[in-house]
């Protein structure tokens, strides 16, 4: 454990150097406000007090068990807010009340749609889930089928939708960090990679759900304060938030009604179906369910999650329209516009309603928050790498040693991938990878594993063909559709008119399925048909499902 | 698991009860939670005039408690499903594992 211990405190001094250097470097350059003492030091604390509990976690992880699944102990309760912690990121907590501030009502839309995926995720998919796997959703997946071909497709949806959300998260964190902290971009990102790799590496899952678990009761209870702080200016009435708000856009009541966000239906369905199905095909979500002991604990996390990330969604509704009805004062404004752009609304309205150290505090959430969700992610990216490649692909007879061992330095390579990327695509548009994210996990991993276990007719050949038509035609309809075609290439009227396009490329995925499933006569064929009776029952009944580790 | 123990399980009443009654409230509350959802977006899409409705004072539109109530009825739903599991399933389950092992 000495060593440890060492390796734990090397990388506690290269996290904070860069801290160091940049509060010097800032007093020299006001225009990001003067260095946020209060929020470094909240940030310090909780730096410091996650780095403990991943040297906690460390001594407690042994096994591949514990690395990839924290043992199976966790929870419901501690799962549901774990689940809340990596659904709530930075982009949702700062993206919709941003949304809300500056559009008012549609950023209800856009936040309902990111909800009512988790109830269909408890009735149709949490339960089996559990019943069914062990460390990803790759074992559910090819659970009957020829491991091989199905792994790599699930690995590959699984780390293409990893490596796109790190690069929004890695991006989005350099730059708030560089705001609030005023600390440069390269260091911010840097210190970011440094410690996720420390939490996954040292203390795997059990690390990883702690920080969530954590920065989901900070986030929670932060934006309880500041939604409770904006009723009570507005005297607890509704009317008077709305009046005030409507008030400082100058009468304008615009912000109160929806303004053409779903003006074209296709592209509203499109969109929910994106959000629904994709939540139910994010790898690091998934993985979350083959945390807890049973399909008991499994269905009550899910239920804590929607309570948690409903009421994160009316709270971050309040302090959208709170931004609007109280930022006022030209120290927040740059010109017409907030200082940092619209994302910044709740930040801002921190400071309003609970001066420097609120906004210290929220400013130290807020990083908390991308820290959690990127640990989670590059657990499930290096999951996929070292379980499903490695150790189903590569190496059948690997040791459950040498499957850490590979975990640890798949950790070290998505860690590493996450700065590069966090620094090449610093200045880029990257508008689209959340879209393409969410669209190739509803069209590549949500088919195969939903049709996986309820389809008993489905083969291999047909999920491999299904998968990677959904997998390739998201990709391509994402090139083709406004962002990339039009806005970053530059190339005229997209020729697919839809920013998330999931309405077409799941349809595609599941025909695939279908059509490469019934007509596959093979003598695979007939054995992945022989085997949905065993894999049903199991999935029912929960029988010969993995079991919590006991120590 | 070997077809002798397939076959036993499938045979037993509870497991025949279980499939049947979890598959149809899982059917069953996820389209109410579809329809719902989807419902809204038609709404939203088709008839937009109609969140310019005014429910309360001067300025609380329609809009506001029916996207609130989504999100609740969303939360209802999954406390629905668990409660009848916990309760219901759970017992079942248990039933067929004393059968069986």
Redesign the interface.
């Known amino acids: 454990m000495t060593m440890m211990k060492k390796a734990l405190f090397g990388l506690l001094a290269l996290a904070f150097a860069p801290l160091a250097i940049a509060s010097g470097i800032d007093v020299e350059a006001p225009a990001a406000k003067e260095t946020n003492w209060a929020a470094i030091s909240m940030f310090v604390v909780f730096v410091g007090l996650t780095l403990y509990i991943t040297y906690w976690a460390a001594q407690r992880t042994k096994s591949a068990k514990d690395f990839y699944a924290a043992g199976g102990g966790i929870t419901g309760l501690q799962n549901g807010l774990a689940i809340a912690g990596d659904y709530m990121s930075a982009a949702s907590f700062l993206g919709i009340t941003g949304m809300v501030y500056l559009k008012g009502y549609d950023g209800l839309i856009f936040a309902i749609g990111f909800l009512v995926g988790w109830p269909i995720i408890l009735f149709l998919m949490s339960e089996r889930l559990r019943n069914l796997g062990k460390y990803t959703f790759a074992d559910v997946a090819a659970y009957r089928f020829q491991q091989t071909p199905i792994r790599v497709l699930a690995a590959f949806g699984g780390v293409a939708v990893v490596i796109l959300y790190l690069i929004a998260q890695m991006v989005g964190a350099g730059k708030l960090i560089e705001l609030l902290f005023g600390l440069d971009f390269n260091y911010a990102v840097v210190m970011v990679g440094i410690l996720i790799i420390a939490y996954v590496s040292f203390g795997g899952m059990l690390a990883t759900t702690w920080v969530q678990i954590i920065k989901a009761v900070l986030l929670l209870s932060g934006a309880t304060f500041i939604a409770i702080a904006v009723m009570y200016q507005m005297g607890f009435s509704f009317e008077t938030l709305f009046k005030t708000a409507v008030e400082n856009r100058g009468g304008n009541m615009d912000i109160l009604y929806s303004g053409g966000f779903v003006s074209d239906p296709i592209n509203a369905i499109s969109l929910g179906i994106a959000l629904m199905f994709g939540t139910a095909g994010l790898p690091h979500i998934l993985m979350r369910f083959f945390t807890v002991p049973d399909a008991k604990e499994a269905r009550k996390s899910v239920f804590y999650a929607t309570g948690f990330i409903g009421y994160f969604y009316i709270l971050a509704f309040i302090i959208g329209f709170g931004a609007v009805a109280l930022i006022v004062g030209a120290e927040y404004f740059d010109g017409p516009k907030l200082i940092g752009g619209n994302n910044m609304a709740a930040i801002h309205l921190s400071s309003v309603v609970g001066g420097d150290w609120f906004l210290g505090f929220i400013s130290a959430v807020a990083f908390a928050t991308i820290l959690a969700v990127v640990s989670g992610l590059t657990l499930a990216g290096a999951s996929a790498l070292s379980h499903d490649i490695y150790a189903n692909v590569v190496n059948k007879n690997a040791t459950e040693a040498q499957e850490t061992k590979v975990a640890k330095i798949a950790t070290l390579v998505i860690g590493g991938l996450a700065i590069l990327f966090g620094i090449g695509f610093k200045d880029q548009n990257i508008a689209f990878v959340v879209a393409l994210a969410f669209t190739i996990a509803a069209s590549a991993n949500f088919p195969v594993l939903i049709m996986s276990m309820f389809w008993s007719k489905m083969t291999t050949r047909g999920a491999v063909i299904g998968g990677w038509l959904g997998l390739i035609s998201a990709v391509v309809m994402v090139i083709l559709g406004p962002v990339v075609w039009t806005q970053i290439l530059g190339m005229g009227d997209a020729i697919v008119p839809y920013k998330f396009p999931a309405l077409f490329t799941v349809v595609i995925a599941f025909v695939g399925i279908w059509f490469f499933s019934i007509t596959d006569k093979s003598a695979r064929a007939k054995e992945d048909l022989d085997g949905f009776e065993a894999q049903f029952i199991r999935s029912q009944t929960g029988i010969g499902a993995e079991g919590a580790s006991e120590h | 698991?070997d077809q002798a123990k397939?076959e036993k399980?499938?045979s037993l009443p509870q497991?025949q009860q279980?499939?049947k009654e979890?598959t149809g409230?899982?059917?069953k509350?996820?389209i109410a939670?579809?329809v719902v959802?989807?419902g809204?977006?038609?709404l939203?899409?088709?008839d937009?005039a109609f969140?310019?409705t005014i429910v309360?004072?001067?300025?609380?539109?329609i809009?506001?408690p029916v996207?609130?109530g989504?999100?609740?009825f969303?939360?209802l739903?999954?406390?629905y499903?668990?409660k009848k599991?916990?309760s219901d399933f759970?017992e079942l389950?248990a039933q067929?594992?004393k059968e069986?092992?």
């Open positions: 698991m397939i399980i499938k497991y279980l499939v979890r409230l899982a059917w509350l996820s939670m579809l959802y989807y809204y977006i038609m939203l899409a088709f937009p969140f310019t309360s004072g001067d300025h609380v539109s809009g506001f996207g609130v989504i999100i609740v969303a939360f739903l999954t406390g499903y668990v599991a916990n759970d389950t067929i594992k069986v092992e």
